[in-house]
């Protein structure tokens, strides 16, 4: 009974890296996106100069 449940616990685990890691690359995406429409849109300030979206 105790190597069947080890077995569950392994896939279950697995299972939940799988779903994590899935989510992450999302995310990541997601922030790529974002950031390459800050990076074009950077040059649209007020005073028509070259302005950084970016604090650093």
């Known amino acids: 009974m105790v190597p069947i449940l080890l077995v569950l616990l392994v896939v279950l685990v697995l299972f939940g890296v799988g779903f994590a890691v899935k989510l992450l690359w999302w995310i990541a995406l997601a922030v790529l996106v974002l950031w390459l429409l800050g990076f074009l849109v950077r040059g649209t300030t007020a005073t028509?100069?070259?302005?950084?979206?970016?604090?650093?």
């Open 48 to 56: 028509g100069g070259r302005g950084r979206w970016y604090r650093w």
